[in-house]
Every structure is written in C-alpha cells, then in structure tokens.
C-alpha cells in the first residue's frame, strides 16, 4: 500500500545546479499536484495536472517545470536552483473531480539551495 | 484571486472543545477541506464541506457557510495529539484546484 512516493528525502543542491524531485502515485489518481512549504508556512501550488498529457501552472511555478506522462509519475523539476527554492516540497495525488476527494500526500522532499 | 484566513495560532486544554475558523475569498466555489499537519509530517486530510451545515467524524466536525463564505473546524475532548498545524483549503475553478490557508498551529496544554 505505497500511495505517494517521493525521492528523494532530503537533498542538498548548489546555486545553480538542476534536480528533477520525483513522485509517483499507485492508486490510479487523475489529478496530481506539487506544494512547496517555507517554515511555518501554509502549503503553495506550483503546478498541478488533471490527467496524463495535461498541467498547468498554480500560485508560484517561476522556476520550475513538470510534465505527466503517464498517469502514475509527476516529476518537478528545478532548472537553476536558487538560494529561494530552499523548501520543503510535496507531492499529492486525488481521484478527481468529484466532490469529497480528498488528496493524499507524500511524504515531502526537504531541499536546502546553498 | 483567492485569498483565505485563519489564525496563526490558537492554545487549548486537554479535554476542551477548541474551535479553529477560515474564512476565504474566492470565485468558482466548490468546497471548504481541513487538513491535519504534524511538525516534519505530510498534511493529512480530515474533513470535505461542500454544502452548507455541520459534517462530523469522530470528535472532529467541519462547519461552513456558503453566504458568509465561512467555516470552522471543531475539535472535542482534545487530546495530547492534536497538537499540530491545521489548514483549511479551498476548492475552486475550472480545474477544481485547491488552495491551502496558512495553517493554524494548535497547541493542547495538559
């Protein structure tokens, strides 16, 4: 019963430097989100997808890329890591657009920019 | 755009009734969620009000009102454990995307 898996854990980039944070769902979710968190923060949207093929952008998705190719992966990607991207991100998958579809999380990739 | 708020912080007994509120500005409503966060943990879910009234599970019930674009969270007979960070989220849009609140840190006092 796996649910949301996210690699990795923990990472530790230099400025500059690009990472692809992976996430994969087993559940058979349409909709698929990424959240990044700064200390004593609520929860951001950086982008989100509604189903293989399709994404769109969320509150903050300067600096970041995704892609969904099949239904399972939604990896984010970090082109040029900035000291601002030092947060911790999570993953979240739900069945779709029903009402009551609460959305199941990972848990979390805590990456420091230095 | 989309804007919610709650408090930042809210201290309660152990054994009392804490009540934790959001309101929030929106267009394309959908729904009102709560989520449960603990310190270094992933937010799980709790609660899903779509339409006006009180929804209850457990020693936990979610309140809201469409018109005065509002709800609540109650907590009963509280415990050591629910010490933690409680979000509402909006559900809105085309998409039905959901926005997070900035959290409600509880604190239970014995």
């Known amino acids: 019963n796996a649910g949301v898996t996210q690699t990795p854990k923990f990472r530790i980039l230099k400025i500059g430097q690009s990472m692809t944070l992976q996430c994969t769902q087993d559940?058979?979710?349409?909709?698929m989100y990424w959240y990044r968190q700064d200390p004593g923060m609520g929860l951001k949207l950086i982008y989100y997808s509604v189903g293989a093929g399709i994404t769109d952008k969320g509150e903050v998705p300067n600096g970041y890329n995704v892609s969904r190719s099949t239904t399972e992966d939604f990896p984010l990607r970090l082109e040029l890591a900035a000291p601002s991207q030092t947060s911790v991100y999570f993953c979240?998958?739900?069945?779709?657009?029903?009402?009551?579809?609460?959305?199941?999380f990972g848990d979390g990739t805590r990456l420091s920019i230095l | 755009g989309q804007s919610l708020e709650q408090p930042s912080e809210v201290t309660a007994v152990e054994g009392a009734i804490v009540q934790i509120n959001c309101t929030y500005q929106?267009?394309?409503?959908?729904?009102l969620s709560w989520y449960q966060q603990h310190d270094g943990g992933a937010p799980t879910f709790l609660s899903y009000?779509?339409?006006?009234g009180l929804e209850e599970t457990g020693r936990f019930s979610s309140f809201l009102s469409r018109s005065d674009s509002y709800g609540y969270l109650l907590l009963q007979e509280l415990q050591m454990k629910d010490s933690a960070s409680y979000f509402c989220?909006?559900?809105?849009?085309?998409?039905?995307?959901?926005?997070f609140g900035t959290g409600t840190k509880l604190q239970v006092i014995p």
């Open positions: 009000n779509a339409l006006d």
């Open positions: 559940m058979n979710h349409n909709y």
């Open positions: 979240a998958s739900s069945y779709g657009s029903q009402i009551n579809q609460p959305q199941h």
């Open positions: 989220a909006v559900t809105s849009g085309g998409y039905q995307k959901v926005t």
């Open positions: 929106t267009s394309g409503f959908y729904g």
